[in-house]
């Protein structure tokens, strides 16, 4: 009891405890789920708000470094998390989707601006709507972060409170419309049920077993085939009078030959049209051959950044075929760069292909490893950017990204370049969930600590009913007509929809019930396309409002 009595003496031990004790209440609040859906990790922010009416003494520079501290770590590991997919977002259907969802981020944007100018409502529980409203965190920790420039400190907890009154009900919003839209399309969404499953959860990649029958291909290179670039196909295995050898692009090709391809299964059929006819043998299953094949995780450091031409690999008689990166199965080629983390199928004889295997590492446990270097120079580029000043037209100060701007746009860079020499920027996923489930619950703590009073008072004595409901609309009109408008006019996939629709609000619980309608992986994968674009957007706009309300 006497060590008890010291920690609470202590006021800077005793803001430490009651962060502590706030992150277990939240978490805790956090899990239970009504119908099925849980508010997660905001649950901190609604215990940090009842604590903190209760008036107890906590150190401000502590809550105060808690706040920026869990926000950088937050940012930055998001940042890390989403960049990788940034651009390639873009790619085939991702760029419909992300089309959707920048009408409907425009869209919440010109509600808010509306509601503002309609209602007159104070700027900064304004700002704080329009993070609740889109359910966005990052925007709420980027607007609070830049807001320090231009208002009172104390007055940066009126925007957490905007952001805690409208946060729980965009959840029931996108919860809302998906329920809506299930009504109106019923007849469609009965038909997509049966073929929901998503053909891209398992690898696109094939196998196929092709004999040489072309006379034009007798006596020719494998690398001169006509469209084999193109097609992007590699020939692993070849069988010629009986025997099975290692193919390599020098490999002559005769008539009666039989070769292994691999690629695209479109491509590859595609491609047996030109050298001949599909073989019904198939040369990875004989077992009279010394050629086999395996999967290795590249995990050296001393590899990383090398082209397959630069390594000893060749020389070894094994052919690296493809690779899986974030996810992403993709057949690679001389200009394939090797990058930590990643996942490649060699093929080769056995001896040989041990000997390769050293030179990737091939080690998992060695992933696990969190390399704290490169963390740190990501977070010192992205302050430095964060603080970088320059001017937008219409404004007359000039603005910075914040700390918070600056470190999205870091870590974005960063995880696309991958590497500089031997420092990685890979980070173990479970080190990544860690860094940013860390750093939100800090931050959220931090911000309902200091909220708490503000909070209680905008509902009985203030606006807070009324805000509750402008940001329920804010958020609910958008998507509605957004997510009508894809499915009637564009035929989007209902699951697939409520993905884009649960990305479009970075909405983990959204997403979970999206999920709990389907055995399919399509809301997780539209989801998955859209959120890395939208993170940014939502980041952005947020410090536009602030700018725009103070910096004119």
Request: charged share 15%; glycine share 8%; hydrophobic share 45%.
């Amino acid at each position: 009891m006497e060590i008890l009595t010291n920690i609470f003496k202590n006021q800077i031990i005793n803001t430490l405890f009651f962060i502590s004790i706030t992150s277990v209440i939240g978490l805790y609040i956090g899990n239970i789920r009504i119908s099925g859906i849980a508010i997660g990790i905001t649950g901190v922010l609604f215990s940090g708000i009842i604590i903190s009416y209760l008036n107890i003494p906590l150190n401000d520079e502590v809550i105060h470094f808690t706040r920026e501290f869990g926000l950088i770590l937050f940012i930055y590991a998001v940042g890390i998390g989403v960049g990788k997919s940034f651009f390639s977002s873009f790619k085939k259907n991702g760029l419909k989707y992300n089309t959707f969802t920048i009408i409907i981020v425009l869209l919440n944007v010109i509600l808010t601006f509306a509601i503002f100018k309609i209602f007159n409502i104070e700027k900064t529980l304004m700002i704080g709507m329009y993070c609740g409203s889109v359910t966005n965190t990052p925007a709420l920790g980027s607007a609070q972060n830049i807001a320090t420039n231009y208002i009172d400190s104390s007055k940066l907890a009126e925007i957490s409170t905007g952001y805690a009154l409208t946060y729980p009900g965009t959840i029931v919003a996108l919860v809302l419309t998906m329920i809506i839209l299930k009504i109106i399309f019923k007849k469609d969404i009965e038909n997509e049920i049966t073929t929901s499953y998503s053909k891209l959860s398992s690898s696109d990649i094939k196998n196929l077993n092709i004999n040489v029958e072309n006379k034009n291909l007798d006596n020719t290179m494998i690398k001169d085939i006509p469209a084999i670039d193109k097609l992007n196909i590699i020939v692993t295995r070849i069988k010629k009078n009986g025997k099975i050898y290692l193919a390599n692009p020098n490999t002559v090709l005769t008539i009666g030959d039989i070769i292994l391809a691999v690629g695209k299964e479109k491509n590859l059929i595609e491609f047996s049209k030109i050298v001949g006819s599909i073989s019904k043998e198939d040369l990875k299953k004989e077992t009279s051959s010394n050629i086999t094949h395996t999967r290795v995780v590249v995990s050296k450091k001393d590899i990383i950044g090398k082209k397959i031409s630069e390594t000893q690999i060749p020389s070894y008689d094994v052919i690296v075929t493809r690779a899986l990166r974030s996810d992403v199965e993709f057949i690679v080629n001389d200009e394939y760069t090797f990058q930590l983390g990643d996942n490649v199928v060699i093929v080769g004889e056995k001896e040989n292909l041990e000997k390769v295997i050293k030179i990737l590492g091939n080690s998992p446990k060695d992933l696990n490893h969190t390399d704290l270097i490169p963390i740190f120079i990501g977070i010192i580029v992205g302050i430095i950017i964060g603080n970088i000043p320059f001017k937008l037209p219409f404004f007359s100060d000039q603005i910075t990204l914040g700390v918070a701007g600056g470190l999205l746009v870091s870590a974005i860079i960063f995880s696309n370049i991958e590497n500089i020499g031997r420092i990685s920027w890979y980070i173990p996923p479970a080190s990544s969930i860690l860094l940013r489930e860390f750093g939100i619950v800090l931050f959220l703590t931090a911000v309902g600590l200091k909220t708490g009073k503000n909070f209680v008072n905008t509902i009985i004595y203030g606006s807070g009913i009324k805000i509750m409901i402008l940001g329920f609309l804010i958020s609910f009109l958008p998507i509605l007509i957004v997510g009508f408008i894809a499915k009637k006019f564009y035929g989007i996939n209902y699951f697939t929809l409520t993905g884009i629709l649960s990305g479009s609000m970075t909405d983990p619980p959204a997403l979970a019930f999206a999920n709990s309608m389907t055995d399919s992986n399509l809301p997780s994968m539209a989801y998955a396309t859209v959120y890395p674009l939208t993170m940014f957007l939502r980041i952005i706009t947020a410090q536009i409002f602030v700018i725009y309300f103070y910096a004119r």
